[in-house]
């Protein structure tokens, strides 16, 4: 079993800032790539930032100088930073992990629950 709990998700107004935050737990020998995706009611989920477990970063076009992401390999732990957040970057927010899980040493994926970001005034 594994587990992630998202945090830090809520209300700002344009041009505010939140940190979000997943730790993951569980049945995980070594995770590989951690990142956060978003999603809109009526559009796809899509890649927000992706970060490797060298520290390899992707963000999308859209928020590339706006976002940071980071991780705690350590504590099996993934953040992202949002400033100067804008009314379209309202969505729900989903960590996704790549992991090898224990004891198979197999490959798989997983999805955090979501966490609600919302800008408005």
């Known amino acids: 079993q594994v587990q992630l709990v998202e945090s830090g998700g809520g209300l700002v107004q344009p041009g505010g800032s939140l940190s979000l935050s997943c730790a993951a737990s569980g049945s995980i020998f070594r995770i590989n790539d951690m990142g956060w995706y978003r999603q809109t009611i009526g559009k796809g989920r899509e890649l927000v930032a992706a970060i490797t477990r060298g520290g390899v970063t992707n963000y999308a076009d859209s928020v590339k100088g706006r976002f940071t992401i980071s991780r705690d390999n350590a504590k099996n732990t993934v953040y992202l930073q949002m400033n100067s957040l804008k009314p379209e970057d309202t969505a729900l927010y989903y960590c996704?992990?790549?992991?090898?899980?224990?004891?198979?040493?197999?490959?798989?994926?997983?999805w955090g629950q979501g966490t609600q970001v919302t800008v408005s005034s």
């Open positions: 996704n992990i790549r992991f090898l899980g224990r004891p198979t040493l197999r490959e798989d994926t997983y």
